[in-house]
C-alpha cells in the first residue's frame, strides 16, 4: 500500500483537520466534547430548515466537501466506510438547529438508518422536529451486504444540492422533504469498477479484481456488482452503465435530465470525459435534452479506478433549484 498517510488510524481526523484549514471561510469543524461534525462557518439564519448527511469517510467530497451556502448546513463524518453514531449525528442536529426543523439526507446502508434514525428520535425528544430523506439510487443491486434495497450512491450528490437550495430559499419543513423525496424518486446511478480500493487500515485491496476484467455495478465500498466483462472500451462501458439507468426511469424522447459522470477516486479526469462523451450523444440519439451536467471526483471509493452515471429527470422547478447559488468546497456556482 502506497498512500500519502502518517498513521492509519488517524487518516480521517488528519484529513478533516487539512480540509478545515484549506477552507476555513466555509466552514468549522467540531471536535469538543468529543463529537466530530463540520458545520457551516457562517451561522444558519434563524427560521432556517437546516440540512444534514453523512456517512462513512473515505467518499470525498461527499459529505463534508457540500456543507455551504445553498446546501448542507453540517455533515457528520465517520470512519473509514463506517457510519457516524448517534451521539455526533444529534452534537450537528442541535448545533445548526435555527428552530425550524432538521431534514436528514441519509444513503441507504443499515448501520447509516439505524443511527440516523436514533439520532431523529433524541432529536425529537429534545423538540427538534426531524424529517428523513433516504437515498437509494443504484439500479444495480436490490439488496447487499450492507442494504436492503438499494444502495445511495452518487444521486446523494443531487438530492443534497437541489433540497439545500429550497431550503436557503427558505422553504418549510415538509417542502424541502417533498423535493428532497422528488428528487429521490427520478434519480438513478450505476458505477464501475477497473481495480479495488483500499481501506487504509486494512493495508490490502478490498477485493481481487483481474487486470483485464471490470466490475460492472460496484458499490462505492467496493461491494460486488451484477457480474464481470472483459476489458473493453470506454464507449461500451458506458452503455452497460447507461442503459439500465434509462430502462429503469423509463425515460423517453423530449424528456430532460441532469447527468453527472462521477469518478471514483482514481479515474483521471480525461476518461470522464470520454464516458460523458458517449452518454451526451446517447442521449441525442434518443431524444433526451441533456439540461446540465457535472463532471469529476463528487462520491469516491478512496482510490478505486472506475466511474458511475447518475441521471435525474428533471423538470423546470428542479433545474431552478439547481441552478441557484451555492458556495461550498466542492460546489460553487451563481452569486454568492
Given at each position: 500500500?502506497?498512500?500519502?498517510i502518517?498513521d492509519?488510524?488517524?487518516v480521517v481526523?488528519?484529513?478533516?483537520?487539512g480540509f478545515v484549514?484549506?477552507?476555513?471561510?466555509?466552514?468549522?469543524?467540531?471536535?469538543?466534547?468529543?463529537?466530530?461534525?463540520?458545520?457551516?462557518a457562517?451561522n444558519?439564519?434563524?427560521g432556517?430548515?437546516?440540512?444534514?448527511?453523512?456517512?462513512?469517510s473515505?467518499?470525498?467530497?461527499?459529505?463534508t466537501?457540500?456543507?455551504?451556502?445553498?446546501?448542507?448546513?453540517?455533515?457528520?463524518?465517520?470512519?473509514?466506510?463506517?457510519?457516524?453514531?448517534?451521539?455526533?449525528?444529534?452534537g450537528?442536529?442541535?448545533?445548526?438547529?435555527?428552530?425550524?426543523?432538521?431534514?436528514?439526507i441519509?444513503?441507504?446502508?443499515?448501520?447509516?438508518?439505524?443511527?440516523?434514525?436514533?439520532?431523529?428520535?433524541?432529536?425529537?425528544?429534545?423538540?427538534?422536529?426531524?424529517q428523513?430523506?433516504?437515498v437509494n439510487?443504484?439500479?444495480?443491486v436490490?439488496?447487499?451486504?450492507?442494504?436492503?434495497?438499494?444502495?445511495?450512491?452518487?444521486?446523494?450528490?443531487?438530492?443534497?444540492?437541489?433540497?439545500?437550495?429550497a431550503?436557503?430559499?427558505?422553504?418549510?419543513?415538509?417542502?424541502v422533504?417533498?423535493?428532497?423525496?422528488?428528487?429521490?424518486d427520478?434519480?438513478?446511478?450505476?458505477?464501475?469498477?477497473?481495480?479495488?480500493?483500499?481501506?487504509?487500515?486494512?493495508?490490502?485491496?478490498?477485493?481481487?479484481l483481474?487486470?483485464?476484467?471490470?466490475?460492472i455495478g460496484?458499490?462505492?465500498?467496493?461491494?460486488?456488482?451484477?457480474?464481470?466483462?472483459p476489458?473493453?472500451?470506454?464507449?461500451?462501458?458506458?452503455g452497460?452503465?447507461?442503459?439500465?439507468?434509462?430502462?429503469?426511469?423509463?425515460?423517453?424522447?423530449?424528456?430532460g435530465v441532469?447527468?453527472?459522470?462521477?469518478?471514483?477516486?482514481?479515474?483521471?479526469l480525461?476518461?470522464l470525459?470520454?464516458?460523458?462523451g458517449?452518454?451526451?450523444?446517447r442521449?441525442?440519439?434518443l431524444g433526451?435534452?441533456?439540461?446540465?451536467?457535472?463532471?469529476?471526483?463528487?462520491?469516491t471509493?478512496?482510490?478505486?479506478?472506475?466511474?458511475?452515471?447518475t441521471?435525474?429527470r428533471?423538470?423546470?422547478?428542479?433545474?431552478?433549484?439547481?441552478?441557484?447559488?451555492v458556495?461550498?468546497?466542492?460546489?460553487?456556482?451563481?452569486?454568492?
Open positions: 500500500m502506497k498512500k500519502l502518517n492509519p488510524t488517524q481526523p488528519e484529513s478533516l483537520a484549514a484549506a477552507h476555513s471561510d466555509l466552514v468549522r469543524l467540531n471536535t469538543e466534547p468529543d463529537l466530530v461534525y463540520v458545520t457551516r457562517d444558519v439564519k434563524p432556517k430548515v437546516a440540512l444534514i448527511s453523512g456517512g462513512g473515505g467518499h470525498e467530497p461527499l459529505h466537501g457540500y456543507v455551504g451556502k445553498g446546501m448542507l448546513d453540517a455533515a457528520v463524518p465517520g470512519p473509514v466506510f463506517t457510519a457516524p453514531t448517534p451521539d455526533h449525528i444529534l450537528a442536529t442541535q448545533a445548526v438547529n435555527a428552530e425550524a426543523g432538521v431534514v436528514y441519509v444513503k441507504n446502508y443499515t448501520g447509516d438508518l439505524l443511527n440516523f434514525e436514533t439520532a431523529a428520535e433524541l432529536a425529537q425528544a429534545s423538540d427538534i422536529p426531524v428523513t430523506v433516504v439510487d443504484d439500479v444495480a436490490e439488496d447487499s451486504l450492507y442494504t436492503a434495497g438499494r444502495r445511495g450512491v452518487a444521486g446523494t450528490v443531487i438530492v443534497e444540492k437541489i433540497a439545500g437550495a431550503a436557503e430559499a427558505g422553504a418549510g419543513l415538509a417542502e422533504a417533498a423535493i428532497a423525496h422528488e428528487v429521490v427520478n434519480v438513478r446511478s450505476m458505477g464501475v469498477a477497473l481495480s479495488s480500493c483500499t481501506v487504509p487500515h486494512v493495508g490490502i485491496p478490498t477485493f481481487e483481474p487486470h483485464d476484467q471490470v466490475e460496484i458499490g462505492i465500498h467496493g461491494e460486488p456488482g451484477r457480474h464481470r466483462i476489458m473493453t472500451t470506454a464507449d461500451e462501458i458506458a452497460y452503465l447507461l442503459n439500465p439507468i434509462i430502462a429503469d426511469l423509463g425515460l423517453v424522447g423530449g424528456e441532469v447527468v453527472l459522470v462521477n469518478g471514483m477516486g482514481g479515474t483521471p480525461s476518461e470525459y470520454i464516458v460523458y458517449r452518454v451526451r450523444k442521449m441525442e440519439e433526451i435534452e441533456v439540461k446540465r451536467s457535472l463532471v469529476g471526483n463528487y462520491t471509493a478512496l482510490d478505486m479506478q472506475g466511474c458511475s452515471i441521471v435525474l428533471t423538470n423546470q422547478h428542479m433545474l431552478d433549484l439547481w441552478d441557484a447559488p458556495h461550498t468546497p466542492a460546489l460553487n456556482w451563481g452569486n454568492t
